[in-house]
């Protein structure tokens, strides 16, 4: 088995990780101080069962949907309907049973291209926040959901990229990505992630095996360098770990 990152919850599989996570998330959702709770959704295929789990019978009437606000850690500069646009993935997933109130779904503006795009992002980060500067004390986020690429990027944070030294802003335009699809993106900063109660990284299936060993080698991958002011977990299949 693979040495897996620290405070690593081992699932059996990926509908096992689909429920924990949902299970995280109520939690979260249900101990957040304010009231709103603010979650910030990852993209990619991993989390499409989490989300479409949350709009199921079981857990939709579990959810408080007037509550939550949902933002996006990074999109593909697409439009919205496109099969790359992980807007539109969040809201197949979501479907016509998860009760969000349409102001709630706060989508990154990618028809406005990566550059213009990330600046108009922060701005609707920065007016829901209600100041410019993040204050350690106050996190952005309730919760951050996250993937692992299996080159060891997550949201559209890549290796090698100038989005990484990014410390001030709150977006960044990455217009070159670092693996398919190759196209322009927008992510959220690691000072935007950090600025969170908690983070959830979803791993499954032997395709992570590698960005893992890395993680687990020491390598400078970009996932290592997440942080939270809270616990930073990871649900992880048997599969990805190899165990
Ligand atoms: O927009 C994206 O693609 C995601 O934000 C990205 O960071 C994703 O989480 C990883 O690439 C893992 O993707 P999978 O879940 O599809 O393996």
Redesign the pocket.
Known sequence: MIPLPPNTELTADAEATARAAAEHLLTIAGSAPGDRVAICL??????KRLYALLASPGFVERVPWARIHWFF????VVPWDDPLS?VRMVREAFGHAAPVPATHLHFIPSDKGAEAGARAYERVLQDFYGADRLDPNRPLFDLVL?????DG?????FPGKPALAEREAWVAPVPEAG?E?FVP?I?LTFPALASSRSVLF?V??A??REPLQRLANGEDLPARHVESAGRVTWYVDREAAAA
């Open positions: 990852s993209g990619g295929s991993t989390p850690g990074d999109d593909r992980n996250l993937g692992l690429g299996s990027h997550t949201a559209s944070l693996m699809p993106r992510t979803l499954n299936g395709g992570k």
